[in-house]
């Protein structure tokens, strides 16, 4: 087969792609690791759902790339994934991490093991605004994109989460 100066530069090119999706995954998965793991409470759901809505990334980087916020679709595929599993295994309400469940390995302290019940105890769409602002690190516009609701809705569901959050803080050291 003969060489062409095409068939190099388009080498060359999708070496690039794969450079700049390596670059892309290294900067955004912790972040997105994290975010989920606040939205389910398990560090294995979180990991596996991090992997999946990279893995589908990856499928359509070329397009993905070219877009005006890659990490918002990024976040935008992890939270469907999520909502997606918790309407498979027929979860609809918020999740109950009742002190019962056998703590994760990453939850051998109390603190960590309170987190998680403050953190369950608010509304999906509270705790999705929350990741999207406090660790996703984007505004209320941007994450009322990704989640489908105003801008407004956003910065009132997490005034909301943090004024429900504090409440509860209060009542446990008060």
């Known amino acids: 087969m003969k060489w062409s100066w095409f068939r ?7 070496e690039r792609s794969a450079d700049r999706f390596e670059s892309f995954f290294r900067q955004e998965y912790r972040r997105l690791a994290g975010g989920l793991f606040v939205l389910t409470g398990d560090a294995k759901e979180a990991e596996d759902l ?6 589908r990334v990856f499928e359509r980087w070329d397009r993905v790339q070219a ?4 990490t918002g679709y990024l976040f935008r595929t992890a939270l469907n994934l999520h909502r997606k ?3 498979r295994a027929g979860v609809r309400a918020r999740r109950d991490l009742s002190p019962e469940l056998p703590p994760d390995p990453l939850a051998a302290v109390d603190d960590r093991d309170h987190l998680r019940r403050l953190l369950s105890s608010l509304t999906d769409g509270q705790r999705e605004a929350l990741v999207l602002t406090e660790v996703g690190g984007f505004d209320a516009e941007e994450a009322g994109r990704l989640l489908g609701v105003e801008a407004a809705t956003v910065r009132t569901r ?7 959050l504090r409440q ?5 050291d008060g």
Request: no cysteine.
């Open 50 to 55: 991090a992997q999946e809505a990279m893995a």
């Open 168 to 172: 509860m803080t209060e009542d446990r």
């Open 85 to 87: 599993r918790l309407r």
């Open 158 to 164: 997490v005034h909301r989460a943090r004024m429900s």
């Open 67 to 70: 877009m005006e916020s890659p």
């Open 8 to 14: 190099l530069e388009g080498e060359a090119k999708a």
